[in-house]
């Protein structure tokens, strides 16, 4: 794969994850009933930072939890390697709750219908967002996100990489073509 | 890893890599089995038929649950409802069975080397439920979660196993498996009971009971079946409690915290004593629900884990 460009350093996506934490303070007025979820796998340290930096803005804590989406895929008879599964760990009731779902970059949709499905079998939540780092397009479905750090149009050609430190030991984000 | 088998024949073929997926696709299946709403969409369309030529409650059910809990269709076909009994072969029905569309067919079959002939026949994928004396892999896979779920890790385990060995495929299955997952198997049992040259199997035989649980972190009681008596291969029910019953006092001779495991159903009293088959050191009731997961990450991963493309 060919590297192309970079469209967020380690600054750009601490401003991003700043800007995002506030306005899902201002739209959820406060953290109450508030708590977010993390697609695996780079949602869930998107996430983590997200509730830091709430944290860190109003004082309080919300929960973090992650969900792992591959028993909800519709694609895995079509993939070359079935993936892996991993645990889903939502420790707290999602009834009732606000949820902010997290996830690196929104692209088909697909994976975030998948991820409504999941959550809808933990419980009843009484409102889901959607925050991404970056917002690719070329959606599949009526999806959109709610918060964006980002939104990078792109040719289905490229490739959206983010590499996060938790995950890849780096922080950026790249546009890559395939070969 | 990939999976890349077609079958789940027996734990003898199975490397210690495949066996490892196994048990960590069963620990996010666990999750669910602990939701309120148990079920995933991940095998809608898939048709999972169990087909039993021996009876068997809790083998069947557990994986007709799981197959419900994935959200594909279930169908049991017990041998006295079927054309079995009007004497249809066993390659003909698996080849019914594969026309009508079964993506997975199960089976539990008294003659050793049945799924292995049926696995060569249809293209859906076999699981072995129980074949004769020879394996029974899915329980050995529950038996092996229980143990690393609750001792972290099997490699180095002492584990022991007493009955009636000769004629289990749940000694043999298990015997398989945690040997090559790095844990030591003594087994113990009447002499009779005792397959020759098991010893090439790897695992140590004792001839007392005491010498078998001496430090054991594991003990695995067999059910012993009691017309075996009238085979005369043990002289009366009352000796073989004697001799080979699990009871406090002896299970006291295990490293403190030891597991209790039993495959079911069991003969209290005999093999096993109340007090310690309800006990604190007991996973009975904990083997019948790690067993779901662990068929569930079966199915997953011979299901092709996947739905017919939307």
């Known amino acids: 794969m060919k590297h192309k460009a970079q469209i967020l350093d380690k600054e750009g996506i601490r401003r991003a994850l700043t800007r995002i934490a506030h306005e899902i303070i201002e739209r959820n007025k406060g953290t109450d009933g508030l708590a977010l979820i993390g697609i695996r796998r780079r949602g869930v340290p998107l996430a983590e930072r997200l509730a830091a930096k709430i944290r860190e803005i109003e004082g309080s804590s919300v929960p973090v939890g992650t969900l792992d989406i591959t028993l909800y895929r519709d694609d895995l008879t079509t993939m070359d390697q079935q993936p892996l599964v991993h645990r889903t760990e939502v420790s707290f009731p999602v009834s009732d709750k606000k949820i902010v779902l997290v996830d690196d970059v929104i692209y088909t949709g697909r994976t975030i219908r998948a991820a409504l499905d999941a959550i809808m079998d933990l419980g009843r939540p009484r409102v889901i967002q959607l925050a991404v780092l970056i917002d690719r397009g070329h959606r599949e479905l009526p999806i959109r996100a709610d918060y964006v750090g980002k939104n990078v149009p792109t040719s289905r050609r490229e490739v959206v990489a983010v590499r996060l430190q938790e995950t890849d030991g780096e922080e950026r984000v790249l546009i890559l073509e395939k070969d | ?310």
């Not at chain 2, 007709?64 to 041998?79: C, I, M, Q």
């Open chain 2, 1 to 310: 890893m990939n999976w890349k088998r077609k079958d789940i024949l027996g734990l003898q073929n199975l490397s210690a890599e495949e066996i490892r997926l196994i048990l960590d696709t069963a620990v996010p299946m666990k999750e669910i089995l602990g939701r309120a709403i148990k079920k995933v969409p991940t095998l809608r369309g898939r048709t999972v038929v169990t087909l039993f030529y021996e009876p068997s409650t809790r083998t069947r059910t557990s994986f007709e649950l799981a197959a419900k809990y994935l959200s594909a269709d279930s169908v049991n076909l017990s041998t006295s409802t079927s054309s079995v009994v009007k004497g249809e072969t066993l390659k003909d029905t698996a080849r019914t069975l594969a026309a009508m569309g079964a993506d997975v067919v199960v089976l539990r079959h008294p003659m050793a080397g049945a799924p292995n002939l049926l696995a060569r026949t249809i293209p859906a994928a076999v699981i072995n439920a129980g074949d004769g004396a020879h394996e029974h892999p899915t329980q050995a896979l529950l038996d092996m979660f229980t143990v690393r779920e609750k001792m972290g890790e099997l490699a180095g385990l002492n584990v022991a196993i007493i009955g009636d060995i000769l004629h289990s495929r749940v000694a043999r299955s298990n015997i398989w498996g945690f040997t090559k997952m790095g844990a030591r198997v003594r087994i113990c049992g009447p002499a009779t009971m005792i397959p020759p040259e098991i010893e090439a199997m790897g695992v140590q035989v004792c001839t007392r009971m005491e010498e078998a649980l001496d430090g054991a972190d594991v003990v695995m009681m067999l059910r012993i079946q009691l017309e075996r008596q009238q085979q005369g291969l043990f002289p009366s029910i009352r000796e073989y409690a004697r001799l080979f019953g699990l009871n406090r006092k002896r299970l006291a001779l295990a490293r403190p915290g030891a597991l209790v495991m039993h495959p079911g159903p069991m003969n209290r009293g005999v093999e096993i004593s109340p007090e310690v088959a309800d006990g604190v050191n007991s996973v009975i009731n904990e083997q019948v629900t790690n067993g779901v997961a662990v068929r569930m990450a079966l199915l997953y991963l011979l299901g092709g884990g996947g739905m017919p493309d939307a």
